[in-house]
Nanobody, 121 residues
Framework: QVQLVESGGGLVHPGGSLRLSCTAS????MAWFRQVQGKERDFVAV????????DYADSVKGRFTISRDNAKNTVYLQMNSLKSEDTAIYYCAAGQYYGGHSGRPEMYDYWGQGVQVTVSS
């Protein structure tokens, strides 16, 4: 059983930055997704177990960075140059697969409770 605990959400002005954290036990691929009420859960970023491979949604490339510290069992999502359209509940997820289908929610076995990120002036 993998338990995921997210933190770091909040309210930020457009152009600002936030860093999300997710603590997770176990040797897993980790990802971030986000969801706006009434819409599907969208892929944001994924990182392999070693941290040597990452992938991002086109909408966040160049602005968001996913990283992990396995000694601390923590994965991070550094979000810079935030836009109003980044407003969503952000979820971290854990699974065993890294590859071309990593953007699909069904590839992940465990989910955090979600953390709200609001980008507004």
């Amino acid at each position: 059983q993998v338990q995921l605990v997210e933190s770091g959400g909040g309210l930020v002005h457009p152009g600002g930055s936030l860093r999300l954290s997710c603590t997770a036990s176990g040797r897993t691929v980790m990802a971030w997704f986000r969801q706006v009420q009434g819409k599907e859960r969208d892929f944001v970023a994924v990182i392999s177990w070693t941290g040597s491979s990452t992938d991002y949604a086109d909408s966040v490339k160049g602005r968001f960075t996913i990283s992990r510290d396995n000694a601390k069992n923590t994965v991070y999502l550094q979000m810079n140059s935030l836009k109003s359209e980044d407003t969503a509940i952000y979820y971290c997820a854990a699974g065993q697969y890294y590859g071309g289908h990593s953007g699909r929610p069904e590839m992940y076995d465990y989910w955090g409770q979600g953390v709200q990120v609001t980008v507004s002036s």
